[in-house]
């Protein structure tokens, strides 16, 4: 059986849009590379390209 890792084992990154830390999940898996953001409300919130606050 694999090795189980503790959840402060697994990766984290800052949110793009409230930059608060978040850690990995499983259905990141295959595009942990592109996640930006912590939540699906970050996501819909994020500032359009070019507009500055």
Known sequence: MPKTRRKADL??????????????????????DEVRYCSERCRRERKPAGQSA
């Open 11 to 32: 990766p984290v990154k800052t949110c793009a849009t409230c930059g608060r830390p978040f850690t990995w999940r499983k259905k990141w898996a295959k595009v942990w």
